[in-house]
């Protein structure tokens, strides 16, 4: 009896995991594009006219500074720089709901084994 629970358990498991295990590789290669885009943004930053062009990591001490003081005006982008922080601020969001996706299946995968080990 515990062994057909325990197979159970691992059919809907494994599907999981490897879901699980795609999702990361999903996650990191967004992560390496966001990293690109940040390195592209400081590039454009320091190329050319002199546009006030801020990264994530910058926009993320910001938030921090102004939690802080928030008296302090944030500058104001336009153009194509807008467009890339615009850009890397949805792959971050997209980030985020993977994340948040990845770990409903996980917190499901571990109900379901609890629940199927309650029924032995």
Do not use: C, W, Y
Not at 69 to 91: E, I, Q, Y
Request: net charge negative; glycine share 4%.
């Amino acid at each position: 009896m515990k062994g057909e629970v325990v197979r159970k358990h691992l059919a809907r498991v494994e599907p999981l995991e490897k879901e699980n295990a795609f999702l990361s590789d999903k996650v990191e290669r967004l992560e390496a594009i966001i990293a690109a885009g940040d390195r592209v943004a400081r590039a454009a930053a320091s190329m050319g006219e002199k546009r006030t062009i801020n990264t994530l990591a910058e926009e993320d001490e910001e938030e921090e500074d102004e939690s802080s003081a928030s008296s302090t005006p944030l500058p104001k982008l336009n153009g194509p720089s807008k467009d890339v922080v615009s850009t890397l601020a949805a792959m971050q969001e997209t980030l985020n709901q993977l994340s948040e996706l990845n770990n409903d299946a996980i917190t499901e995968s571990s109900r379901t084994a609890q629940r199927l080990t309650e029924q032995d």
